[in-house]
C-alpha cells in the first residue's frame, strides 16, 4: 500500500488540480479547494447519540468507532480490518479512469483511515447496515481523505444506508469507496448528504458486478455547498444489472455534479440512471451520464435518464448523456430536459382554487416523486420527501 500510496502523489503532482478544460471538470470549480492542506485532526465529540442508533457503523474524522459494532445485530456476520494493511492488489485495484484523475489520487496518497469489510460467506440474510460519517472540524482548511472497501461475497444481501454529520467549520471531505459484488449477490447503496457547514464533499464510488448482480444505488443531497459524485460500474459478468437514482436540491450559489460511467463488459446486463436536479437561485447542477457497451455485450438493456427544473432565471443546468455501442443486439436509450415550471399547470391548479404559491409546491413535489419512489430504502424515501416541504419554504 505504501507503494501505492507514493505512485498515486507522484501521479497527483503530474496532474496537478484539475481545470475546466477536462471534460469531467469542465463546468465544476477546483481552485477553492487547495487551501483545504491540513489533514483533519483526532477530535473529543460526544458521539454517545449516535452509538446509540442500532445497526450503525460510526466513523469520525474517518475512523470507525469500533464502540459502535456493539449496537449491530450483524457482527459476526463481517470481517473487519485496515485498508491500509491489504496486500492483495485485486483487492485494492481501482478503476483505470479513476487512476487519470488527480483529486482521486490525492486521495489515495494522504488517506490514513479507511476499513476492509468482508460479509461472510454462505450467508443469506439480508443484513441493513446504517454509516454515519461524522466529522469534526476544529479549525479551518481541514482535509479528510477515508479510502473503504466493502466485500459482499455469493448470495449476500446488503443494503447500506449513508449519512453525513459536519461540526465546526467548512472542509474538503474526499470520500473513496469500492463494492466488490460476487456472484448472485444484492447491494443497496443509499446515501444522504445534508449540510450546514459549506463544506465541499468529492466522492469517487467504484462498483464491481459479477453473475446475476443487482446493485442499487441511491443518493439525495441537498444544503451542500459543493458536491461532486464520481460512480463507476463494471458490469463484469452475464446478468448483472445497475440502478442509480439521484435527486439534488440545490440553491444559492451551490453546486451538484453527477458523474456517472456504467461499463456493459458481458451480455444479458441491465443498467438504468435516472437522476433530478431542482435548482433555485444562482446555483449549478452538472450531469455526465455515459454508457459503454463493449465488444461481445449482446442482449444489453440500458437506459439513461436526466432532467432538470429550473425555479430561477438564473439557474443553470448542464447535462450530457452519453452512450459508446460496440455490440450490435443492444437496446439503449438516452434522454434529458431542462425547463421551468409549465405555466399552464400554474394555471390549472389556479383555475380550481389553488393558490400560485401552492400550486408550484405540488408541482415540484410530483417532479421530485419520480425519482423518490424509485429509491430502494425506505429511510431514504422518508427523509426526502419530508425534506422538500422545509426546502420550498425557506
Not at 424509485?374 to 425557506?394: C, G, L, P, R, V
Request: glycine share 4%; net charge negative.
Amino acid at each position: 500500500m505504501n507503494e501505492i500510496k507514493n505512485n498515486s502523489y507522484n501521479q497527483f503532482k503530474k496532474l496537478g488540480y484539475p481545470t475546466k478544460k477536462l471534460e469531467n471538470w469542465k463546468f465544476s470549480n477546483s481552485s477553492h479547494l487547495k487551501k483545504y492542506n491540513t489533514i483533519i485532526s483526532d477530535s473529543n465529540i460526544d458521539i454517545k447519540e449516535y452509538l446509540k442508533i442500532k445497526n450503525t457503523l460510526c466513523f469520525l474524522n474517518g475512523a470507525l468507532i469500533k464502540e459502535s459494532l456493539e449496537n449491530c445485530d450483524f457482527k459476526n456476520e463481517i470481517l473487519i480490518s485496515n485498508t491500509i494493511d491489504i496486500k492483495e492488489k485485486d483487492t485494492i485495484k481501482m478503476s483505470e479512469n479513476f487512476n487519470n484523475e488527480a483529486l482521486f489520487n490525492l486521495g489515495i496518497a494522504k488517506f490514513n483511515e479507511g476499513i476492509f469489510i468482508e460479509f461472510k460467506k454462505g450467508n443469506k440474510d439480508h443484513i441493513q447496515i446504517n454509516v454515519i460519517n461524522i466529522y469534526d472540524k476544529k479549525s479551518e482548511n481541514m482535509f479528510a481523505p477515508t479510502f473503504n472497501i466493502f466485500k459482499l461475497n455469493k448470495k449476500n444481501n446488503v443494503s447500506i444506508f449513508e449519512k453525513d454529520i459536519n461540526h465546526g467549520f467548512d472542509s474538503f471531505n474526499l470520500r473513496i469507496n469500492k463494492f466488490i459484488c460476487d456472484d448472485d449477490s444484492i447491494l443497496n447503496h443509499s446515501s444522504i448528504y445534508q449540510d450546514d457547514t459549506q463544506s465541499n464533499l468529492l466522492r469517487y464510488n467504484y462498483y464491481q458486478a459479477n453473475t446475476n448482480t443487482i446493485i442499487n444505488i441511491d443518493s439525495f443531497n441537498c444544503e451542500s455547498s459543493f458536491n461532486k459524485d464520481f460512480i463507476e460500474i463494471d458490469l463484469d459478468k452475464s446478468g448483472a444489472e445497475a440502478t442509480v437514482n439521484a435527486l439534488n436540491l440545490t440553491k444559492n450559489d451551490e453546486h451538484a455534479d453527477n458523474n456517472i460511467l456504467i461499463n456493459h463488459k458481458s451480455e444479458h446486463c441491465n443498467s438504468s440512471q435516472n437522476v433530478r436536479n431542482i435548482l433555485q437561485n444562482k446555483s449549478t447542477s452538472v450531469f455526465n451520464g455515459k454508457v459503454i457497451v463493449f465488444e461481445g455485450a449482446q442482449k444489453t438493456d440500458s437506459n439513461q435518464s436526466n432532467k432538470n427544473l429550473l425555479l430561477s432565471k438564473e439557474a443553470t443546468a448542464h447535462s450530457n448523456p452519453q452512450l459508446e455501442i460496440y455490440a450490435d443486439d443492444v437496446q439503449c436509450g438516452h434522454g434529458s430536459t431542462t425547463g421551468a415550471l409549465d405555466k399552464n399547470s400554474i394555471f390549472y391548479f389556479q383555475s380550481r382554487g389553488i393558490n400560485k404559491e401552492d400550486a408550484i409546491q405540488i408541482l415540484v413535489k410530483a417532479f421530485a416523486h419520480t425519482v423518490i419512489k424509485t429509491f430502494s430504502d425506505d429511510n431514504i424515501k422518508k427523509n426526502a420527501q419530508a425534506y422538500i416541504d422545509k426546502w420550498m419554504n425557506e
